[in-house]
């Protein structure tokens, strides 16, 4: 795994770690290359499915991680270590088990975890409980 992870400013942090996602991997069996940025994007994770082209001969994926306020940290680690980590793996595993010549694993597919749930998730947060309001 590539990984690309830029300082951030004081009072933000990112939403997961790449040994948590290095987990998952290597739990699911997924062994193509992968590419982590960590970026300052609004989604907490998002991914991209790249199939083979012309410039690079190999499938590839880019895995995007946010940030969030370090207020946050909490909610936002519990949603993507919880949610969108699991439905990610879900997600590349299906492709990945698609046979090579697949009309769906030659193009490219993007992942994103749904914002709306991220942010009902962080709303529904309680810091007492270190989980959500059910």
Not at 10 to 15: E, I, N
Not at 19 to 31: M, P, S, V, W, Y
Not at 52 to 61: K, T
Request: proline residues 10%; neutral net charge; glycine residues 6%.
């Amino acid at each position: 795994m590539h990984i690309d992870k830029p300082k951030l400013p004081k009072g933000t942090c990112y939403v997961t770690r790449a040994g948590k996602l290095e987990t998952a991997l290597a739990d699911a069996g997924i062994t193509t290359e992968v590419t982590l940025y960590f970026t300052s994007c609004r989604y907490p994770l998002r991914a991209s499915f790249i199939p083979p082209n012309p410039n690079v001969g190999y499938e590839r994926i880019s895995i995007s991680i946010g940030t969030t306020p370090s207020t946050a940290a909490a909610a936002a680690r519990a949603f993507v270590d919880e949610i969108a980590i699991p439905q990610f793996i879900a997600w590349a595993t299906e492709i990945l088990a698609l046979p090579p010549d697949s009309p769906r694993r030659q193009v490219g597919q993007d992942f994103e975890a749904d914002i709306d749930v991220y942010r009902d998730f962080l709303a529904a947060w309680s810091p007492k409980s270190d989980g959500p309001v059910r």
